[in-house]
């Protein structure tokens, strides 16, 4: 059974930094890409930020410059590196393991931005 | 940016009846297309990708249809646990998501 489990959500002031991890199981991790799908408080769902099987990364203009994906395959293991956060950010964060996009998500974890 | 407009907004039907979903693109995603399920406080649930094909486990009565810019999911007879949001998404040029449609129990 597929399975990914995110954490490290928490509140932070605008302008930290913050770091979610996700931990996969029930399939070849390093096999798949992967993504970081978000969604604000009673909003629609907005696309992150996706890693290639080698690491090859790719990100929303909203994050560009201020988030980094990466993975650890020994780990099994998916990454986001959040800096330079601001109340926008704000959401829940998804991992979701991508075969022709999205396919399976883990429960997410929320992220709140305030001071 | 590919825009993907969903309509209706909210869609209030009874269980057993037919429900009707669209989507449209603002350019030719091709078949590049899928649809989830998201009921409140769960992560969403992917059902049909590539505008047709039903993902593992999801029940013959979801079906996809259409391509370049015009889709719909159609729920045959609905089913109680069936009320929820409805997003659409394309990967044609990276991914963007539709709006959401709020299938309600009328």
């Known amino acids: 059974e597929v399975q990914l489990v995110e954490s490290g959500g928490a509140l932070v002031q605008p302008g930290g930094s913050l770091r979610l991890s996700c931990v996969a199981s029930g399939f070849t991790f390093s096999s798949y890409r992967m993504n970081w799908v978000r969604q604000a408080p009673g909003k629609g769902l907005e696309w992150v930020s996706h890693i290639s099987s080698s690491s090859t990364t790719y990100y929303a203009d909203s994050v560009k410059g201020r988030f980094t994906i990466s993975r650890d395959n020994a780990k099994k293991s998916l990454y986001l590196q959040m800096n330079s956060l601001r109340a926008e950010d704000t959401a829940v964060y998804y991992c979701?393991?991508?075969?022709?996009?999205?396919?399976?998500w883990g429960q997410g974890t929320l992220v709140t931005v305030s001071s | 940016e590919i825009v993907l407009t969903q309509s209706p907004a909210t869609l209030s039907l009874s269980p057993g009846e037919r429900a009707t979903l669209s989507c449209r693109a603002s350019?030719?995603?091709?078949?590049?297309l899928a649809w989830y399920q998201q009921k409140p406080g769960q992560a969403p649930r992917l059902l049909i990708y590539?505008?047709?094909n039903r993902a593992t486990g999801i029940p013959a009565r979801f079906s996809g249809g259409g391509s370049g810019t015009d889709f719909t999911l159609t729920i045959t007879s609905l089913e109680p646990e069936d009320f929820a949001v409805y997003y659409c998404l394309q990967r044609t040029n990276w991914y963007t998501f539709g709006q959401g449609t709020n299938l309600e129990i009328k």
């Open positions: 590539d505008a047709s």
């Open positions: 979701a393991r991508d075969y022709n996009g999205p396919d399976y």
């Open positions: 350019q030719s995603v091709s078949s590049y």
